[in-house]
T-cell receptor, first 117, second 109 residues
Framework: GAVVSQHPSWVICKSGTSVKIECRSL??????MFWYRQFPKQSLMLMAT?????????EQGVEKDKFLINHASLTLSTLTVTSAHPEDSSFYIC?????????????FGSGTQLSVL | GQNIDQPTEMTATEGAIVQINCTYQ??????LFWYQQHAGEAPTFLSY????GLEEKGRFSSFLSRSKGYSYLLLKELQMKDSASYLC??????????FGAGTRLAVHP
């Protein structure tokens, strides 16, 4: 099956610094990628939809200036958490759609656990 | 908008059968998915329903009734490794996948 690689798996940073998370589709082209955030014992909350070559579409309540998304190629999308604060500590997961599938199935990266001190 | 409801927690015995229900309201419908998620890991795809009826895949089956806004995931011959969260997810308008809060299933010997 299709593989989505997400790096890093975990990151610890100081408050006020920026963190970049990469999401790559390894064996298929992903014109659309999605970024989710998950707090402990809660479900995945969609943050934004990342479209190759265009601006990302953010969900209501998600600060676009704080969570910068770049989807510069058909296989790579990045999420940058700018000026991170402890409340941004969460599990971030990307997913990508493989249009070769017979239905709209999403493939998920392995997730990034962000801890902001 | 969309709204997805599923029980928060369930418990079951090894070897038994468990049914996890999911009800939803949505303005657009492009399919209903079930995912399994272990703590700290990414979700794993289990099933997809876009038409009414039952889809069976090994020990897992999923049912959909679009007119009732209702789906269930059926797990047979439960194993200890089935202890996980089970996420009902709806693909609505704009083909965005929106997740329910998840059901934490605990399987006991």
């Amino acid at each position: 099956g299709a593989v989505v690689s997400q790096h890093p798996s975990w990151v610890i940073c100081k408050s006020g610094t920026s963190v970049k998370i990469e999401c790559r589709s390894l064996d298929f082209q992903a014109t659309t990628m999605f970024w989710y955030r998950q707090f402990p014992k809660q479900s995945l909350m969609l943050m934004a939809t990342s479209n190759e070559g265009s601006k990302a579409t953010y969900e209501q309540g998600v600060e676009k200036d704080k969570f910068l998304i770049n989807h510069a190629s058909l296989t790579l999308s990045t999420l940058t958490v700018t000026s991170a604060h402890p409340e941004d500590s969460s599990f971030y997961i990307c997913s990508a759609r493989d249009r070769q599938e017979t239905y709209e199935k999403l493939f998920f990266g392995s997730g990034t656990q962000l801890s902001v001190l | 908008g969309q709204n997805i409801d599923q029980p928060t927690e369930m418990t079951a015995t090894e070897g038994a059968i468990v049914q996890i229900n999911c009800t939803y309201q949505t303005s657009g419908f492009n399919g209903l998915f079930w995912y399994q998620q272990h703590a700290g890991e990414a979700p794993t795809f289990l099933s997809y329903n876009v038409l009414d009826g039952l889809e069976e895949k090994g020990r897992f089956s999923s049912f959909l009734s679009r007119s009732k806004g209702y789906s269930y995931l059926l797990l047979k011959e439960l194993q200890m490794k089935d202890s996980a969260s089970y996420l009902c997810a709806l693909m609505g308008g704009y083909n965005k996948l929106i997740f329910g809060a998840g059901t934490r299933l605990a399987v006991h010997p």
